[in-house]
């Protein structure tokens, strides 16, 4: 049995093709009632539109990229479904994809998106791919969160929480409750967001006089994974002189510290003060809750989804924009002060 045709469907309801295409289309110049016929037409035809051709025909796929370093972390799940609510509004699917903080694995999604006509991407990218992610900038509407393209040439937005005051905030606490020799687990400098948070850490530090960089005694700079806070904070702890204060700059690093920590029996707060300038999964549910900096995430992915939408309804002619969110940081109970 041949598929039925958008002709047949015109037959059936007593209408003109163009008519039905408009229906098809959800354009607002047809009758409720021709609509109605139209659409009992479609479903007793058992008619399924073409929409690879009207797509090609529209030049759009109505489709949105959500390219995440890695998704396996709950905030993006988070700011993900509330993207997702605002797309679908529009009409638009939302794809995920999981780079596991590969640069590689980035860029061979973002050849192959841009080769199937996506409308739109959200990068929280690994780094290492700033010129073509600018050079895709030009042809697709792209919005960055929390990392930024060293690309002064980029066109797009960027939509970031302020991590770096909330760890110079957290930092400035320890100081005032008499740490000195204070660690930091950092993620890889050579991204925007590690760098933002290392920095307003060195300006903390500055406060005693303390000169931070490469060289600091007390310095971890490594992935964002549970596994590398584990062994930063192995090699921390194991020191003849640890610190007794240590900064995590990733939720992830910081529930490996804390890993560490249950297993070797160190007290927090009692041997060990700790913080994380950024949200830690499920840090309700631990016996140890680390001061936490906690980012509206709902709104933050209903900002990123409607910024996304105006650039791609536009044709992308905006000028590039950048949004900062504050977070509100819990002081949990893993801070003692010391003398």
């Keep these: 049995m041949r598929n039925s045709t958008i002709r047949d469907i015109a ?43 009207r797509e090609l025909k529209n030049q759009t796929t109505k489709t949105i990229a959500f390219i995440i370093a890695d998704s396996t972390n709950e905030y993006y799940s988070q700011i993900a479904k509330a993207v997702l609510d605002v797309v679908r509004s529009y009409g638009y699917t939302l794809f995920l994809c999981n780079c ?20 739109g991407i959200i990068l929280n990218s690994c780094g290492k791919n700033d010129d073509l992610v600018t050079q895709l900038s030009h042809k697709i509407p792209i919005i960055l969160i929390h990392r930024q393209i060293a690309n002064a040439r980029f066109v797009g937005d960027f939509v970031n929480v302020d991590f770096g005051a909330a760890t110079y905030e957290m930092t400035t606490e320890f100081i005032n409750n008499g740490h000195r020799e204070i660690g930091i687990i950092s993620g890889p400098l050579f991204l925007s967001s590690a760098r933002e948070r290392f920095d307003n850490f060195c300006l903390a530090m500055k406060q005693i006089g303390v000169n931070v960089d490469s060289e600091y005694p007390y310095l971890q700079e490594g992935g964002h994974d549970s596994e590398f806070g584990y062994s930063a904070a192995k090699q921390l702890l194991s020191m003849e002189d640890p610190p007794t204060a240590i900064v995590c700059g990733h939720n992830e690093t910081c529930i490996g510290l804390l890993r560490y920590c249950r297993e070797q029996h160190i007290d927090i707060p009692g041997q060990l003060s700790i913080c994380a300038p950024c949200n830690v999964n499920t840090a309700d549910l631990f016996y140890v809750n680390p001061a936490v900096a906690l980012p509206d995430t709902r709104g ?17 002619p905006i000028k590039n924009r950048e949004v900062l969110f504050m977070p509100t940081v819990l002081p949990g109970n893993a801070l003692k002060q010391v003398d």
């Excluded at 093709?17 to 607002?28: E, F, G, H, M, P």
């Design 11 to 53: 037959t059936y309801a007593g209408v003109s093709v163009a008519t039905v295409s408009r229906v098809i289309n959800k354009l607002d110049n047809v009758s409720d009632e021709t609509a109605k016929r139209v659409q009992d037409a479609i479903e007793a035809l058992d008619y399924y539109p073409n929409r690879a051709a």
């Design 100 to 119: 596991f903080n590969d640069s590689e694995i980035e860029k061979n999604y973002l050849t192959m998106l841009c080769e199937r006509k996506i409308d």
């Design 300 to 316: 933050l992915g209903v900002r990123i989804g409607k910024m996304l939408m105006e650039r791609i309804l536009s044709e992308n």
